[in-house]
């Protein structure tokens, strides 16, 4: 069956993707082919090749989102970090729907599925607000700034999570056999997203760097997303079947968006730099000069200032010192 606009017969006969159980005509599409799945202690677990991406994602985010909070002058930090969350928790909870943890039968898989939806439209929708934080229209790190990005993703989410379930089970018009609205959702909102995101980087880059070396974090970012996309929609049933069911292309479409998603963080690593002045400013510069003649030059001209043997107030003394020559500084006053 070929492509067809509002329709996910063509996409989940290739992949087996989350929501792939909860739409079509008899609602439930099932793939070509699909991963082999594996038993552990006595429990069946699905795509246990994308799992393992999963929990790498989880790994390599915690890794990335400590590296972002420990910048704390860093321009977006708070911004770009809140993307992070999202996708760890996007990954966590992709476990449970992938892996079959939560199976297809539950009657709690249609409200995970919509929960998982929402945020990733809530995540799409921070990368690109995130790609509007470089040219401060807003000054990043303000409550402003922060909470005009969380409202407008827990407004996507909400917006998603809606048509999500309301497709799911039937209700305010929405219906499985007919999942125009979760499709506009699911497909065409990250390709605005991203197609937003990479041009407005460019011209940020451009427009206020001399450095040109970002523009290669983009371009492999964006050859890694657009190649997991294909691996996904196009070639995931081929994938399968050459490889006789082991790994399908969810598993090298979820690692190449992983990689896509870390070239994020080498990108906005590369354009921001953290601004030191606190912990420079914290710390006693000690002065020390080298030269004999210039220490002479230097006690001559302040003895002749202050009228006597000058000693700077940190200087040391005994009180042997004090008592010899009446009063401090020893041999002279102010």
């Known amino acids: 069956m070929g492509f067809q606009f509002g329709s996910f017969d063509s996409i989940c006969q290739r992949a087996a993707l989350v929501i792939c159980?909860?739409?079509?005509?008899?609602?439930?599409?099932?793939?070509?082919?699909?991963?082999?799945?594996i038993d552990v202690g006595g429990s069946v677990v699905f795509q246990p090749s994308t799992v393992f991406i999963h929990v790498v994602a989880i790994v390599m985010t915690a890794i990335m989102i400590y590296s972002i909070q420990v910048k704390y002058t860093a321009i977006g930090r708070k911004e770009m970090v809140m993307f992070f969350w999202l996708y760890a928790i996007i990954q966590f909870l992709a476990i449970f729907l992938d892996g079959g943890i939560i199976p297809?039968?539950?009657?709690?898989?249609?409200?995970?599925?919509?929960?998982?939806?929402?945020?990733?439209?809530?995540?799409?929708?921070?990368?690109?607000?995130?790609?509007?934080?470089?040219?401060?229209?807003?000054e990043d790190g303000t409550p402003l700034s922060l909470w005009s990005m969380r409202i407008s993703c827990l407004g996507l989410f909400g917006v998603s999570f809606f048509v999500a379930i309301a497709t799911f089970k039937q209700f305010a018009g929405f219906s499985y056999t007919s999942p125009t609205a979760l499709w506009i959702v699911y497909l065409i909102w990250p390709i605005v997203c991203v197609a937003v995101y990479i041009p407005s980087q460019f011209i940020l880059v451009y427009q206020t760097l001399n450095d040109r070396w970002p523009y290669g974090d983009l371009l492999f970012g964006t050859g890694f997303?657009?190649?997991?996309?294909?691996?996904?929609?196009?070639?995931?049933?081929?994938?399968?079947?050459?490889i006789e069911h082991y790994i399908d292309g969810i598993f090298?479409?979820?690692?190449?968006?992983?990689?896509?998603?870390?070239?994020i963080y080498?990108?906005?690593?590369?354009?921001?730099?953290?601004?030191?002045?606190?912990?420079?400013?914290?710390?006693?510069?000690?002065?020390?000069?080298?030269?004999?003649?210039?220490?002479?030059?230097?006690?001559?001209?302040?003895?002749?200032?202050?009228?006597?043997?000058?000693?700077?107030?940190?200087a040391s003394f005994n009180t042997s010192d004090r008592k010899g020559s009446g009063g401090y500084p020893p041999n002279g006053g102010y």
């Open 21 to 37: 159980p909860l739409v079509g005509t008899d609602q439930g599409i099932e793939p070509v082919c699909y991963g082999r799945n």
């Open 104 to 138: 297809f039968a539950n009657a709690s898989y249609p409200w995970f599925t919509a929960i998982y939806t929402g945020l990733v439209t809530a995540a799409y929708g921070c990368i690109l607000i995130n790609s509007f934080v470089g040219f401060q229209f807003v």
């Open 225 to 242: 997303y657009c190649l997991g996309m294909v691996l996904l929609f196009i070639f995931s049933d081929t994938i399968c079947n050459t």
């Open 252 to 263: 090298f479409s979820e690692f190449c968006v992983l990689l896509s998603v870390m070239m």
């Open 266 to 314: 080498k990108y906005w690593d590369s354009i921001t730099k953290e601004d030191l002045e606190f912990s420079v400013g914290s710390k006693v510069t000690a002065w020390e000069v080298k030269d004999p003649s210039l220490v002479g030059a230097s006690q001559e001209a302040l003895n002749n200032h202050y009228g006597g043997n000058y000693l700077p107030p940190s």
